[in-house]
């Protein structure tokens, strides 16, 4: 059987063509599959494990996507495309309508919220979508509530199920020095990262402002940024560290093919996002590396973080209570080490590969 993983356009790398990787390396030995992107990348995606098949266009509704679309189901011929997001599917399941194809369709839906400015026409769409997949995966069980009673999306057969993580092999040498480094040249006591795309919706303003609160406070934290970012909010940051005077305590990385080590070399990550966030890899990985996540209290956000147990979830209206839970949790030996196992067996428990894997398998094998 041949499988198809189809990510939707993006400027930057992010969670979406992760998790499309992942998928794909967790089938390999099941299944042939190929990871087809769209999209227009400042960093070339790598992974000697994973097929790639790249088209750059970030507009899925022009002639030259579905030429090149068409090329690529025409030769490869696959029995299910897996479309990540609604966008992608909707393409797709188009796609196969016209042509008169007769691959199956599965869509993971990724996103947590959609913008409803034009209502009926979302919901007319959403509604076609939903009655043609063949399955439909969701992350969490908030999301799949979400869809079901704001969007009217509610396809026949679905699942739900979190995205595939793989953890680096990094050594814990590697993070060693890693930490070192970056301590170093952050001349900082404690470290925090936040991987992902560097865009708004992921509001990095509060993470920078939360790690210059910090160190007026007396807790010397460094900050480290890993992910691709667009151009205009990159220089927006930068004028904010600029203005916060903490351009000595925040440290830029930009997409890498390890963002495990990373994680692995800091003492917490961190998340301040605002909305939009479904199941983020950051906090999958977080767990998979025995780390604690601070994150802002939206809803998807609690219902996924058991507060004060495997990770924090705070107000961002409160900044102030960030810092004071960073400093008791950097400083307390005996909170950290018996929330970081908490976080450890979270992952085990919920998030582990095999797990999501035979849950895709099934899928794959019920169509």
């Not at 979190?162 to 060693?176: A, D, L, T």
């Not at 210059?212 to 151009?231: I, T, Y």
Request: charged share 20%; aromatic share 12%; hydrophobic share 40%.
């Amino acid at each position: 059987m041949k499988i198809a993983y189809v990510v939707e356009p993006r400027k930057v790398i992010g969670g979406g063509v992760r998790a499309a990787m992942n998928l794909s390396k967790s089938m390999k030995n099941l299944y042939k599959a190929m990871t087809v992107i769209f999209g227009v990348y400042e960093n070339t995606v790598e992974d000697e494990a994973v097929d790639f098949y790249t088209v750059n266009t970030l507009k899925p509704m022009s002639f030259f996507y579905w030429r090149q679309y068409h090329c690529f189901v025409k030769g490869y011929k696959p029995d299910i495309v897996h479309c990540l997001g609604l966008y992608t599917a909707l393409v797709c399941l188009l796609h196969k309508k016209i042509t008169h194809s007769d691959y199956a369709i599965v869509c993971t839906v990724h996103r947590v919220t959609m913008n409803m400015r034009y209502v009926s026409l979302i919901k007319y769409v959403v509604s076609y979508i939903a009655r043609n997949l063949d399955y439909t995966t969701f992350l969490t069980e908030y999301q799949k509530e979400h869809y079901f009673k704001n969007v009217g999306f509610c396809p026949n057969k679905f699942v739900i199920v979190p995205n595939v993580i793989f953890v680096q092999n990094v050594s814990e040498e590697e993070k060693r020095q890693k930490r070192i480094e970056l301590a170093n040249e952050l001349n900082a006591e404690f470290l925090t990262s936040y991987v992902g795309r560097i865009i708004p919706s992921k509001n990095i303003e509060d993470t920078i402002r939360i790690t210059a609160m910090a160190n007026e406070c007396g807790l010397n934290l460094g900050c480290v940024l890993v992910g691709g970012s667009e151009r205009e909010y990159y220089e927006k940051l930068q004028a904010l560290i600029e203005e916060l005077n903490i351009g000595n305590k925040v440290k830029f990385v930009g997409y890498v093919n390890t963002p495990s080590l990373y994680t692995g070399a800091t003492d917490f990550t961190i998340t301040t996002t605002t909305h939009g966030e479904a199941l983020p890899n950051l906090l999958i990985e977080s767990y998979a590396l025995e780390k604690v996540t601070f994150s802002s209290d939206i809803p998807q956000m609690v219902n996924l973080i058991d507060h004060e147990t495997n990770g924090y979830t705070l107000s961002l209206k409160d900044l102030n209570m960030f810092i004071n839970k960073i400093r008791i949790f950097c400083t307390d030996e005996e909170l950290r080490k018996r929330m970081e196992n908490a976080a450890l067996d979270t992952y085990k428990r919920l998030y582990s590969p095999e797990y999501v894997t035979s849950i895709y398998n099934h899928v794959y094998q019920s169509i």
